[in-house]
């Protein structure tokens, strides 16, 4: 197919030493996480009645608490690192 569905997913927000602290265990890292990963319901169904099933479909999981936005290094006495803004483009090479 010709056509993409990128879908980024949604998360938190960490933008303190406190959020950052208690931020969920899914938000701070994504080293654990399966290389691939399959749905079979909303937008990734390949139900016929799906317009989107015949796509390319790609799922990011959020994993920044930067809103897919940052793009920084150490931010903190904690070490934390925001690198959101270079995933997007990474996806879309």
Do not use: M
Not at 28 to 55: L, Y
Not at 60 to 67: A, I, K, Q, W
């Amino acid at each position: 197919s010709r056509s993409w569905l990128i879908y980024l997913e949604g998360g938190g927000l960490c933008y303190n030493e406190e959020t950052c602290k208690n931020r969920g265990v899914n938000l701070v890292s994504s080293s654990q996480w399966p290389e691939t990963v399959s749905f079979v319901h909303g937008i990734f169904s390949e139900a016929p009645d799906n317009k989107f099933s015949t796509f390319n479909q790609v799922f990011v999981p959020y994993c920044t608490s930067d809103l897919w936005s940052g793009s920084s290094n150490v931010t903190s006495v904690l070490n934390f690192r925001f690198h959101g803004a270079n995933i997007v483009p990474a996806v879309l090479e």
